[in-house]
Each structure stands twice: as structure tokens, then as C-alpha cells.
């Protein structure tokens, strides 16, 4: 499975069994990704949501 990322448009390689909504890192740019929508092979991703939480570091 291939995806395109919607950031720094490098071609990433995804797992066969990857489902909408998840997580995934971009190997270029290092951001989150989160899978939009699958259809067939075509995998649609989007950036995902700033989750900025705060664990108390
Ligand atoms: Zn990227």
C-alpha cells in the first residue's frame, strides 16, 4: 500500500492492513498523518489534528 503525503508530497509506504484513522508518521517530513479514506489501494491521507497534550512532561 502506497500514500502520498499531503505535507511534503513523498510517497510512503504503508502496511497492508492499515485502517481509517490511523496514525501514521511521514518518513520525510516527520509529521503526523492520519489515514482519511481507503478506497481499493488508494490511500487518502490527511495531517492529523495537533493533539498538543500535555502530560506533564
Ligand atoms: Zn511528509
Given at each position: 500500500?502506497?500514500?502520498?503525503?499531503?505535507?511534503?508530497?513523498?510517497?510512503?509506504?504503508?502496511?497492508n492492513?492499515?485502517?481509517?484513522a490511523e496514525?501514521i508518521?511521514?518518513?520525510?517530513c516527520?509529521?503526523?498523518l492520519?489515514?482519511?479514506?481507503i478506497?481499493?489501494?488508494?490511500?487518502?491521507?490527511k495531517?492529523?489534528?495537533?493533539?498538543e497534550?500535555?502530560?506533564g512532561?
Amino acid at each position: 500500500m502506497q500514500a502520498q503525503c499531503p505535507i511534503c508530497d513523498a510517497n510512503i509506504t504503508l502496511s497492508n492492513n492499515i485502517e481509517v484513522a490511523e496514525i501514521i508518521t511521514c518518513t520525510e517530513c516527520k509529521n503526523r498523518l492520519e489515514v482519511g479514506s481507503i478506497n481499493q489501494k488508494d490511500v487518502v491521507l490527511k495531517e492529523a489534528p495537533k493533539v498538543e497534550e500535555d502530560w506533564g512532561q
